[in-house]
């Protein structure tokens, strides 16, 4: 490249005016004296050479000084035109420069307009010094004047490469006074933005509800829990708080008895006997509206319960005894086994199993599955039957007889009850301070309490949840059943006569017929919305004929389920937890079925038939007895 193409660097941003005017005067000067470095080369005198003849002399010099003239002229024009060119690049240049100066300067005076706007009111003085960024300027004696500074900084300007920053020229303390503001206030406007976006969602939202009425934000349901027990609840909870919610606006489908329990946003609906599986629920809780008032609603939900499991045990006298876990087509796993099992219950997460040993009887709780077993303590060495469970009350009960036993000693056939887990003692059932033998009993569904007849023929009942003692309701011969979720006992009163037993008052009326009348029954067992009805057909002189399982309704009507010829014998009926289902348990062939050698002795060969109670169809026949629907064991 030539120096013809050589320009002055430009600086990359704006200069003080003494800098720019210094940049001119040296681009002119480099300017001036690149021509005349281009005028001194051209005025050299060419080589010289020998002419021939005199007359050539003359002529070559007339041509040589023609030439030189007319060098010189396109020299000063050239040069000329370019001192023309560069004075208009650097008056254009520092225009540009002068031009961005100004910018700047406005730039900042805005700045400090800015800052002192928005100067943050006083605070509390700091602990520590704090560093003034800018001080009042006071001329020292030996000071240069200011005239003579700014000539030198005219005289040794020069160009610079590093980008320019308005606040190099300060202290770095001084800057922090005039960024802080600014920062301060681009935060404060961005919590403050923040604020009131959601300020405004919120204000959105909460006039789409008052517009809308309430809804349901969350619904909470055990659905497998609600067909094993009664008092299990759906909790509708809305998004704003409601006002009172009347029972008669709550209705549920298919229909079901139930309690209602509102506060603030819930709205609990609490059904007081147990759930059909395999059945889709809706509650509909209709003309909701906010407790600050607004237009009403209807909140609606829907659940589907779970398909029905049972366990039941099968006997084996040639092998191990063992209990499944079965559904209602029969496809089943055994879930624990023992050389002898003689009763088991189950809950909603534990099996309870009596098994039979050499020197007595052992107390087994197990996971559903069979897993993690443990022992519970017994009240010494010896036997138990009868062993049924209390869910809510966390309590195992049974009969317990010491292994020995005389005229004068031993304990023989007390009731007890202790805790699922183990952590307490066996307690034995006193009555007028006495551990009273007890011929029949069953735990009151729902509760920890325990309904009883001694072999005095006294019936009593005892809350193990509180210490209010032992309630005597007369005499009576046997238990037939209680009713889940109402607190009634079917009992047959000494004189054979049946009633229903409020146990909550002590008040009874007698059992009503069914319409057609079956009958006596020899047992009855209730389930929501009915009983389950034994009876036994007798030719004239008295001898069984045959036996059926009677379903009759509330309303007294009556529908037979299971009927079975004199050769068989039905053994057991109950119910699933809703009355869904029916368990009839048959020993075929009775007189050529042998009975066992267990503490609870049954026919070796046994089976459960499965009835839905809505067609009054069999479902399937299992092999084996003690369906985990029935609240305890078969007995005689």
């Given at each position: 490249m030539s120096t013809d193409d050589e320009r002055p660097e430009v600086p990359a941003v704006p200069q003080t005016r003494a800098e720019m005017r210094a940049a001119r005067e040296a681009a002119e000067a480099a300017e001036a004296e690149r021509i005349e470095r281009a005028l001194a080369t051209h005025h050299e005198p060419e080589p010289r050479v020998e002419e021939p003849r005199a007359d050539a002399d003359e002529t070559s010099a007339r041509d040589a000084a023609a030439r030189e003239a007319a060098a010189r002229?396109?020299?000063?024009?050239?040069?000329?035109?370019?001192?023309?060119?560069?004075?208009?690049?650097?008056d254009r240049e520092v225009a540009e420069q002068e031009a961005a100066a100004r910018k700047m300067a406005a730039f900042e005076?805005?700045?400090?307009?800015?800052?002192e706007a928005t100067a943050l009111p006083s605070v509390p003085l700091p602990t520590e010094p704090v560093v003034v960024g800018a001080a009042p300027f006071v001329a020292s004696p030996d000071a240069p004047d200011a005239a003579d500074t700014e000539a030198e900084a005219e005289a040794d300007a020069e160009p610079r490469d590093e980008a320019f920053d308005p606040a190099d020229s300060r202290d770095p303390s001084a800057r922090e006074p005039a960024r802080t503001p600014a920062t301060s206030r681009r935060?404060?406007?961005?919590?403050?933005?923040?604020?009131?976006?959601?300020?405004?969602?919120?204000?959105?939202?909460?006039?789409?509800?008052?517009?809308?009425?309430?809804?349901?934000?969350?619904?909470?349901?055990?659905?497998?829990?609600?067909?094993?027990?009664?008092?299990?609840?759906?909790?509708?909870?809305?998004?704003?708080?409601l006002a009172d919610i009347d029972p008669e606006q709550v209705t549920v489908e298919p229909a079901v008895p139930f309690t209602v329990d509102a506060s603030g946003r819930g709205v609990g609906v609490r059904f007081t006997v147990p759930l059909d599986d395999s059945t889709k629920y809706t509650v509909r809780v209709a003309d909701v509206t906010g407790a600050g008032g607004g237009p009403s609603t209807t909140l609606t939900t829907s659940f589907e319960t779970p398909a029905s499991h049972i366990f039941i045990l099968r006997r084996d006298v040639d092998g191990k005894d063992k209990i499944f876990l079965t559904d209602l087509k029969g496809d089943g796993v055994a879930v624990y086994e023992h050389d002898k099992i003689n009763d088991f219950r189950a809950t909603s997460n534990q099996l309870v199993v009596a098994v039979e040993e050499d020197d007595g009887s052992r107390l087994i709780v197990m996971d559903r599955d069979g897993g993690n077993q443990r022992e519970l303590k017994l009240p010494g060495d010896g036997y138990v039957g009868a062993v049924q469970v209390s869910e809510r009350g966390g309590l195992v009960g049974y009969?317990?007889?010491?292994?020995?036993?005389?005229?004068d000693e031993g304990r023989a056939s007390v009731l007890v009850t202790q805790s699922l887990n183990g952590k307490d003692d066996p307690q034995v059932i006193e009555v007028a301070g006495k551990e009273a033998s007890v011929f029949v009993w069953q735990f009151v569904p729902d509760s920890a309490a325990v309904l009883f007849i001694d072999f005095d023929g006294a019936l009593s009942l005892v809350d193990r949840s509180t210490d209010a003692g032992v309630q005597s309701l007369g005499l009576a011969a046997t238990i037939q059943g209680i009713s889940r979720g109402t607190y009634t006992a079917i009992v047959e009163r000494l004189d054979a006569t049946v009633v229903e037993l409020n146990l909550a008052d002590g008040s009874e009326e007698p059992l009503a017929a069914s319409d057609p009348d079956y009958g006596t029954a020899s047992s009855i067992t209730p389930y929501p919305g009915g009983t389950l009805r034994h009876v036994v057909s007798r030719d004239d002189a008295g001898l069984p004929i045959g036996q059926a399982v009677i379903r009759v309704d509330d309303d007294g009507t009556a529908t037979p389920l299971v009927e079975v010829s004199s050769a068989d014998s039905i053994l057991q009926a109950c119910a699933s937890p809703s009355g869904q289902y029916a368990a009839v348990v048959v020993a075929p062939d009775l007189a050529s079925n042998p009975y066992d050698g267990m503490l609870l002795p049954l026919p070796e060969n046994v089976e459960t038939h499965l009835i839905d109670m809505e067609s009054g169809k069999e479902m399937v026949a299992l092999t084996g007895f003690d369906a985990s629907w029935c609240q305890t064991a078969p007995r005689f």
């Open positions: 002229e396109a020299a000063a024009r050239d040069a000329a035109a370019r001192e023309a060119a560069v004075r208009e690049a650097g005076a805005a700045a400090r307009e800015d800052a935060f404060l406007l961005t919590i403050g933005a923040v604020l009131g976006v959601l300020v405004l969602v919120g204000t959105v939202f909460g006039i789409v509800s008052l517009l809308q009425g309430p809804r349901i934000s969350e619904v909470q349901v055990d659905a497998a829990q609600a067909i094993e027990s009664s008092g299990s609840r759906v909790i509708l909870t809305a998004n704003q708080a009969s317990y007889s010491d292994r020995e036993l005389s005229d």
